[in-house]
């Protein structure tokens, strides 16, 4: 069975300072890994996903196969960045997505 | 950008009334679109994959009787809860994938308070 896990539930750090949200995953076979944000109020929307390796708002996440790992990280921490962070994942192919249970993010001024 | 609406955005109704939750693609069309449910500070949860002119997808343990799944046009899927019951009181979030740009979208979400 597929699943994602994300051990945190709430993340505080100071604005400026590194942050990382970790997500594992389990999946048999290729997986396509995304990390989607909810800000306060507004609809889940997609932050990055590893199939384009790019930087989002400063965010970066890379696919470890051998950990089964896609942890999010930026280096210095903005109080915009304060949100909801779900890591998820699909089979290649296919847009149906298995979501972790989020990891509250608050940046403290 | 694209844009995935959801109607009503929240709902209270009594035990034992069905409602129906729409879901619209605005700008493009989506022949596949997805319900996910969410309880309070849990996880999203797949609930089904509903396809355009055919029968709905539904994950293990969702009763295909219970919340009825209609898409009827390209721009267009809803959920029925019938006869609902507390226990069903949740957010139930709907998705289309754009394939143009192989990116999916949200709805925003609609509250379902049953009493």
């Known amino acids: 069975a597929q699943r994602v896990t994300q051990p945190e539930k709430l993340l505080s750090v100071f604005k400026g300072a590194p942050v990382e949200l970790k997500c594992n995953y389990s999946?048999?076979?290729?997986?396509?890994l995304f990390w989607y944000v909810q800000y306060s109020r507004q609809r889940l929307q997609l932050l990055l996903r590893?199939?384009s390796r790019e930087s989002i708002k400063g965010f970066t996440a890379d696919l470890n196969k051998g950990e089964t790992s896609f942890h999010l990280k930026k280096p210095f921490a903005q109080e915009e960045d304060s949100a909801m962070y779900y890591c998820?994942?699909?089979?290649?192919?296919?847009?149906?997505?298995?979501f972790g249970k989020g990891t509250k993010l608050s940046v403290i001024p | 950008g694209a844009v995935v609406s959801q109607h009503p955005s929240r709902v209270i109704c009594k035990s034992g009334t069905s409602v129906k939750i729409e879901c619209r693609s605005l700008?493009?069309?989506?022949?596949?679109m997805f319900w996910y449910r969410q309880f309070p500070k849990q996880s999203l949860m797949l609930m089904a994959t509903?396809?355009?002119?055919?029968?709905?997808?539904?994950e293990q343990g969702v009763e295909k009787d219970k919340f009825l799944i209609n898409h009827a046009s390209l721009t267009l899927s809803t959920l029925t809860v019938t006869s609902a019951h507390p226990e069903d009181s949740s957010f139930y979030i709907c998705?289309?994938?754009?394939?143009?740009?192989?990116?999916?979208?949200f709805g925003p979400g609609t509250r379902l308070t049953v009493l």
């Open positions: 999946y048999s076979g290729s997986p396509e």
């Open positions: 998820a994942l699909s089979g290649a192919g296919s847009y149906q997505l298995t």
């Open positions: 998705s289309a994938p754009r394939l143009s740009t192989d990116t999916q979208y």
């Open positions: 700008d493009f069309q989506a022949t596949t």
């Open positions: 509903s396809n355009e002119g055919s029968k709905a997808t539904y």
């Open positions: 590893h199939i």
